[in-house]
């Protein structure tokens, strides 16, 4: 199934107990489709300025990431973040953020990504979000990501949002705020309640967990690693993960359902490994099928 | 094998979002043995004063649990405790606290249990753990509780301690505090290097992680419930349905190891389900077998 992902590219600024990355590359899409390609064939759509230090060709060379939806704006400035990490590493501290193309129109998808069957909205505005979504045909599963500040600022786009996708996928901490529940399967039965009919709850290093509307529940483990040099892109890996192996299975079914999750629970781990894409970078496709094998090891009773 | 245990008998005060609790039973050793004794007979090792409030034949009426080590020391008072709960009930806030008959002398292990080949010493000053420890005449499985506050004041005991015994349960911020360690792996592995052949990290709401020397390594969830009225008590009801479960296979390998901790998962399920240990005490056999089996359902894949 054709895989289509709309978020950021961003130039990150990264400081963790263990070293420091200035303007490497970094943003939603980009950890996404690091992922999600390991898995399946991507289509990406995203916005860059003029002054954007990467060359994204490269960045993706061989991994079979489609970069015919990437503009790269006139007069534009690239989006720019950068945080820094403490103690156990579980929330990033933002130091400064310049949204620059962010801030401006969306991409615009291509005629000829128009026909894509999953869709991945990675966060942004859920106005934004709609917006991209009304330019696909006919997508088959679209699951969309969403953070507290677009829960607490624009919960009206949002709703409407969680009524046209299919898969909402979120932290904890985001679960209990859009719900008002404290209690994590009772949030995670009030966002099926929205609309999606499968909904995941990330847990950073605790894993994560899925709930469906047919009833079913899982709940996974983080990937039990020592070395964890940079979180920054965890979550997107892991969504990128996900639907990567749900497109490349092209079923949502239970088994292609917990399975994905262990995908992308796979993916963040090499990512969160070294800074940037560096960890993700430079796994290959067994290494991918052995720590599938180890986490079912290591959880397996 | 006989399963001795060694811990509080409290008068407990507690507050959650869901209602109050005033001088129910609560304590170490009776949280231990209310789990425990669904799996095997317990010997109960504790002392109150004769102003308790509880008549423990009658808590323990019916479950195996042996009596004969309870010390009803005349002139002193019984261990109190109150505590509350916010949010999502992850931390207790201690309100207040009476020590009274714990800051006296331990009681003393009787001769018709001094035989004990499975033996758990739940919190309390490691140089009291070791005393009690020392009554016992060939313990086979020792494991053993301890908290942050005896890890930052009595570290030379807690060493000996750790020396002299086969499996420390703790949770994880105490794992990191008593390694220096940020990382959990990392933290599991320096313990092991400490004296134990096995430790369990406990993670609250998020489960648990088992290593051993042989290298074994286990992650398991917490049992996904949305009825938590009361955490009073989880650390020691899951410590006493793996001691349990342990004492009745007579096994220390891998197996029993990772199926104890399903056992304690479930015993913590049921018992954070209401206040002091109502949740606990109406539990059958086929109930915990049924968890079991579905917290196998929603784990594997």
Redesign the interface.
Known sequence: MSLLVTGSIGVDTVKT?FGFSQDCIGGSAVHFSMAASLFSPVRFVGVVGTDCPFDLEEVFAGRGVDLRGLEIREGSRTFKWSGSYE???NEASTDGVELNVLAEDPPTVPEEFRDSEYVFLANTAPGLQIELLEQLRSPEFVAADTMNHWIITASDDLKLLLDRIDMLVLNEGEA?LLTGQ?????AA?TILDMGPRVVIIK?R???S?MCNKEGD??????F???V?IDPTGAGDSFAGGVMGHLARTGKIDT?SL??A??FGTVAASFAIGDFSIHGIKAVEANDIESRFDML?K????
Not at 182 to 186: A, D, G, K, V
Not at 217 to 222: K, S
Not at 298 to 301: E, K, L, M, N, P
């Open positions: 107990p103690g156990d590493m209990k404290r209690n994590l399967m009772t039965k847990k290093e605790y894993g967990m529940c899982f709940v996974l483990p983080a039990p690693t020592s964890v088994v917990r399975e999750m262990v079912r290591v959880t397996q009773f």
